[in-house]
């Protein structure tokens, strides 16, 4: 797919089918985080994959619990949960890892699969729940390291319609 084009029609997917990834995708996807840019070249971020269904129910339980809602699931039942985590002590670490998030959403639509930012896992109300810490140390997040945002990832049951943009923020000065 050509680079504006994948810009372009890529969505939030929030409905999936129960298809596997395969791994050949996901390698590429990763690669591609991988080749974000990142401040000063620190490529300090992680990235756990998470496949795991007994994990993901686990995590889907705790989230929804914390934010009172029933029926919610950290991927909308997508397979794949890719958690992007980066050292606390780097200053600008959410800068670096949503970089490195763009990266996945816009590979991943390049391959045909949907994806979404899920942004919970990065709740400060959580960091003081042991069962949750235990969960993230379990997909490897590593210590001192803090989620910036994970992406959900599947094939897509049908392609959303695009949001409306907003118009009239850009400035020229010539
Ligand atoms: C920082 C950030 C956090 C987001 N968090 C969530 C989230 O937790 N759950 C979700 O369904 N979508 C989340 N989104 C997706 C936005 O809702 C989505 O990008 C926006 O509605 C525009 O739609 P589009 O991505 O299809 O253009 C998030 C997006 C960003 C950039």
Redesign the pocket.
């Known amino acids: 797919m050509e680079a504006i084009e994948c810009l372009l029609t890529?969505?939030?997917v929030?409905e999936f089918l129960d298809k596997e990834v395969n791994q050949e995708d996901l390698d590429i996807i990763l690669k591609c985080a991988s080749f974000a840019p990142s401040a000063m070249n620190n490529q300090s971020w992680h990235f756990s994959v998470v496949t795991n269904k007994e994990w993901l129910n686990k995590m889907s339980q705790i989230i929804a619990k914390f934010m009172n809602r029933e029926t919610y699931h950290v991927t909308?039942h997508a397979p794949v949960l890719i958690i992007v985590s980066d050292k606390r002590d780097n200053l600008i670490y959410e800068h670096d890892g949503?970089c490195a998030l763009e990266n996945i959403f816009l590979s991943a639509h390049a391959l045909g699969l949907g994806s979404?930012?899920?942004?919970?896992l990065g709740e400060p109300g959580l960091y003081s729940n042991p069962e949750f810490l235990n969960l993230l140390k379990e997909a490897g997040v590593p210590d001192g390291y803090k989620v910036v945002?994970s992406a959900a990832i599947g094939y897509l049951k049908n392609i959303?319609e695009?949001?409306k943009r907003v118009q009239g923020n850009v400035t020229y000065l010539k």
């Open positions: 890529r969505r939030s929030r909308y949503s979404v930012w899920i942004n919970q945002g959303p695009a949001k």
